[in-house]
């Protein structure tokens, strides 16, 4: 149940935050915003590093395989789409879509076994789970 609570507040907090960065690229540009961001969470992370577990620094050169090292540079991506996202098609549209795709690829992720996941066998709920899913974005995009 705790899983579940998290990533429903996750969800919310990623809409707030692509809304506050999309506000903030009106008055800065999207580079100063997304900068700001990957900035401001740098200080997060290390004060609550500082104040908590303090675990070893020097571990991230042991990571395998070292491609797994670009969770920063995929998250800037990933700031600079939903800004860009957000600006076009408004909060709700953009976060269904994003919502949708992250769906379908960590899928595609866990059906396949990729960047080291457990292999999970087709399952045809889940296709027609998401398959619902983008039923669902057709009609509230609906016109």
């Known amino acids: 149940m705790t ?3 998290i990533a429903l507040l996750s969800g919310a907090l990623m ?25 401001t969470a740098f200080a997060v992370c290390l004060a609550v590093w500082f104040f908590t577990g303090r675990d070893s620094v020097t571990a991230i050169a042991r990571v395998e395989p070292k491609y797994m090292l670009l969770g920063g540079v995929i998250g800037a991506g990933i700031t600079w789409t939903v800004i860009k996202s957000i600006d076009a098609l408004g909060p709700a549209k953009s976060a269904l879509l994003i919502v949708i795709a992250q769906l379908a690829v960590a899928y595609l992720i866990q059906l396949f076994g990729l960047f080291g996941m457990d292999r999970e066998p087709l399952d045809w709920r889940k296709v027609g789970g998401l398959l619902l899913a983008i039923a669902g974005i057709t009609i509230f995009q609906w016109e």
């Open 3 to 5: 899983g579940f609570l």
């Open 15 to 39: 809409s707030i935050q692509g809304v506050f960065n999309t506000q903030v690229t009106k008055t800065t540009g999207v580079w100063v915003s997304n900068g700001w961001v990957q900035l």
